[in-house]
């Protein structure tokens, strides 16, 4: 009996439901109806129809009609686009647009939605439809389609995403949104001004000081001044010392490491093993393997070692063991092993700038910039102490001020700098190098702020060089600064690099290729990869250079890319290729880039790669100390840390982060003259992007709580119907716990309700109030 029964109630559904509108509608429409063209009116009987099927009990005939919305909607899609070329009235058109968004909306159809009103080119559309049901989705639709839109539309798409979550009160999501806009500042303030509780404001200041936003918390963000100075001093990441020595001590990792733990020279079979050489360029390889490997932990073997034998201390006796530039790097050194702890960090390298050696007070005042990267004080000492040492007479303690600064205050855009480094820059007496590196400073101070003064005094310095001054290779990091500025702003830069075509053939190109990569970057520009392939595909006359930015600007666009990220895993293997290649240039740039994509990992098949190098390259001093650089890379911070400029989930993009990267990367294209010459402290602006990859939970106290959390790989979840799960494969721990590359985190527990939907950095917890214990 049971088969017959399931057509009966579909068959007169079909016939038995039409009649009642059509008779209650028929004198109103035939008015309405009046108005509407043919094919209008086509559309809309084909709408109604479609509207009708899917309120069907039959699942197969709801299945149809879904799909015929599809379809119609790309009919209206087409059919707007031509009205808009003719200049035909479009309103009958947009009224069923509006039927077919609010019915995809209540459908989970937010993609399909989200899609019509792109091409209908009427976004605002989306904020009437949507409701708590539906907004993430919609939002998380947006915000991943932003990347593939060109400007201005991507602007637009994530403005509609903030009004979303703003309207429903999500503010956390859209502080994330907020970071990504042309002007984050007033947004950051509305979401801050949004909301009355305490707790989420501090969050919120987590989130701004893992970007590196520098903000001033005023008194309408909070009007006590006690919740002031407490909300400054999370957003001046005065507490990142702190959390990441709480990371370290739950995970055991205390205890210094000497660069000789991490060549493990015993597993390394045969020659090379015994190449015990003291040589200067050995130990300034030491000197930064030691200051990657204990960065943060403000204790190691080589430079804070206790001194018990003598009053000097045994730091002295390394110094010393450096030769000339070397020492620079060594006292520097001082700096990173005691990153973000600028009390102490100030107190220990203050003896250095009394020293008599110009070198080592360089070092100190480089140093003094690396130990407040990324934390920011209310009495500026790094300025205070800095400041004086531009104007001496010595080109390398200016160097090291100067560099010192530009570290220091990386996207902090301070005016004062602005006035002080711009003078360095258009004295004609300054030499090359101190002009090079205020460029580099500005450019870092500045960092994708777009600043025409600087602009315009960078290309002057550029434009008034000497033939044989445009030769040396160290100035090719003036175009880098001038894109600096621009980092990420795309069309911005076009007037600036209209002016580079004029420049001498020798930096012109150069110039030209490095702009377009840095204004571009991380925006996924399939039109600017082509061009830049192109130039790679061109045979290069004598002397020319451009080729290698071309290459990394095509890394720097496309990193956006899921797939560009996946790829990642396929370089190891063409690296230790060519790590092994006849041309040194080429082979010393893959063994740095094997540190680099396995910065912070510790990651084994990468580090026996390098133990091999080791031994193979033991006879040549310069591969060798590449091996080395990459070998302090691997294990930096003991494994705690990572170079990404992304975070967030892969969704904000750090620009003092990238800037730091982007400058290293550009002085490794030639290696001899920079990092193998007297320029090596520039490896130590890859601070910029040092982060610990923690997750760090605190309770309302922010004293650190532990919670079990499940880690696992991150599944791409936008566009999937109902709530899919968001990682895969996961292991659960108890936090502090670390997050690799590609990995995300989930409470997992319900006692606590995490304050921010992305558990990265530091996570606020607040008591679950409807939570009972079992």
């Known amino acids: ?60 005939v709801q299945k149809l009609a879904l799909e015929s919305m599809r379809n119609l909607a790309g009919e209206i899609a087409q059919e707007f686009q031509k009205r808009q070329d003719d200049d035909l009235p ?78 429903f009160g999500d503010l956390a999501s859209a502080l994330r949104i907020a970071l990504q806009l042309e002007k984050p500042m007033q947004y950051v303030k509305q979401v801050f001004t949004s909301t009355d509780d305490l707790l989420l404001k501090k969050q919120f200041a987590y989130i701004i000081a893992r970007h590196g936003l520098a903000m001033e918390i005023d008194d309408e963000i909070a009007a006590d001044d006690n919740d002031k100075e407490i909300l400054q001093e999370i957003v001046n990441n005065t507490k990142l010392s702190e959390g990441y020595l709480t990371l370290a001590r739950d995970i055991e990792v205390m205890e210094p490491k000497s660069p000789e733990d991490i060549y493990k020279v015993h597993l390394i079979d045969g020659r090379g093993a015994s190449s015990s050489l003291d040589s200067a360029r050995q130990n300034l390889a030491a000197t930064f393997v030691n200051a990657f490997v204990n960065a943060g932990f403000g204790q190691d073997k080589l430079m804070t070692a206790p001194s018990d034998s003598s009053s000097s201390g045994s730091s002295g006796n390394w110094l010393f063991k450096n030769k000339e530039h070397g020492k620079a790097s060594a006292a ?63 080109s390398n303690i200016r160097i090291g001020a100067i560099l010192g600064l530009g570290i220091a205050y990386a996207g902090s855009q301070k005016e004062e700098l602005k006035m002080h480094l711009s003078a360095v820059l258009g004295d004609s007496q300054s030499p090359l190098e101190v002009l090079v590196f205020s460029a580099i400073a500005l450019g870092l101070v500045f960092v994708g702020s777009c600043n025409e003064e600087i602009a315009q005094c960078i290309i002057f310095a550029l434009m008034e060089r000497s033939e044989g001054e445009l030769a040396e290779p160290i100035i090719r990091l ?60 061109q045979h290069l006359e004598k002397g020319e250079t451009h080729q290698g930015p071309a290459v990394l600007g095509i890394a720097l666009i496309a990193m956006t890319e899921e797939l560009g990220a996946e790829m990642a895993v396929n370089v190891m293997d063409t690296l230790s290729r060519l790590s092994h290649d006849a041309d040194a240039d080429v082979s010393m740039a893959a063994i740095i880039s094997l540190g680099l994509i396995g910065a912070g990992t510790n990651n ?165 109030p409807e939570y009972q214990e079992e």
Not at 18 to 27: E, H, I, L, V, Y
Not at 115 to 121: F, H, K, S
Not at 346 to 369: E, F, P
Not at 501 to 511: A, L, Q, R, S
């Open 604 to 768: 084994a098949r990468i580090a026996g790669m390098l133990r091999n190098l080791s031994s193979y390259y033991y006879k040549e001093a310069a591969h060798l100390f590449c091996v080395r650089i990459a070998q302090g890379l691997v294990h930096l911070g003991k494994g705690l840390l990572t170079l990404s400029p992304y975070h967030s989930d892969r969704f904000l993009l750090s620009p003092m982060a990238l800037g730091g990267l982007v400058t290293v990367l550009h002085a490794c294209l030639d290696m001899k003259s920079t990092i193998l010459g007297k320029y090596h402290y520039i490896l130590y602006i890859i601070v910029l992007a040092m982060q610990p990859r923690m997750l760090l939970t605190v309770d309302e106290d922010l004293k650190p709580l532990s919670v079990p959390v499940r880690v696992g790989q991150a599944v791409d979840v936008v566009g999937q119907a109902g709530r899919p799960k968001t990682i895969t494969g996961f292991q659960t721990h108890s936090t502090p716990v670390l997050l690799a590359a590609g990995e995300r985190a989930e409470l997992a527990t319900e006692k606590y309700i995490p304050l921010t939907p992305v558990l990265e950095g530091f996570v606020i917890l607040k008591k679950n």
């Open 90 to 167: 479009i309103d009958a058109l947009m009224e069923l647009v509006q039927q077919i968004i609010s019915f995809h909306m209540k459908h989970n159809a937010e993609p399909e939605a989200v899609d019509l009103l792109m091409e209908v080119e009427d976004l605002d559309l989306l904020v009437e439809h949507v409701d708590t049901t539906n907004y993430k989705r919609a939002c998380l639709y947006l915000s991943s389609s932003s990347k593939y839109l060109p400007a201005p539309d991507d602007m637009l798409a994530l403005d509609i995403a903030y009004t979303i979550y703003m309207k």
């Open 332 to 394: 520097a050194s001082l700096g990173m092993i005691l990153l973000w702890d600028t009390d102490s960090g100030l107190a220990q390298l203050d003896k250095y700038l009394h020293s008599n050696d110009t070198h080592v007070v360089a070092g100190a005042l480089l140093g003094i910039g690396i130990v407040t990267c990324g934390v920011k004080n209310d009495c500026d000492p790094a300025l205070a102490i800095l400041m004086e040492y531009i104007g001496k007479d010595d």
């Open 1 to 60: 009996m049971a088969p017959p029964e399931h057509p009966s109630p579909a068959a007169p559904s079909e016939h038995s439901q039409p009649p009642p509108p059509a008779a209650a509608k028929g004198k109103a429409k035939k008015k309405d109806d009046d108005d509407l063209s043919e094919e209008d009116l086509a559309l809309k009987e084909q709408l109604e129809l479609y509207v009708l099927r899917a309120q069907d009990a039959d699942p197969g």
């Open 478 to 537: 003036l175009p880098v600064a001038l894109g600096l500025l621009y980092l990420g702003k795309q069309d911005s830069v076009e007037a600036t690099a209209e002016v580079s075509k004029t420049f001498d053939e020798k930096i012109g190109k150069y110039c030209d290729v490095t702009l377009m990569s840095l204004a571009y970057a991380g925006t996924g520009n399939v039109l600017k990869v082509q061009k830049l392939l192109g130039i790679c595909s």
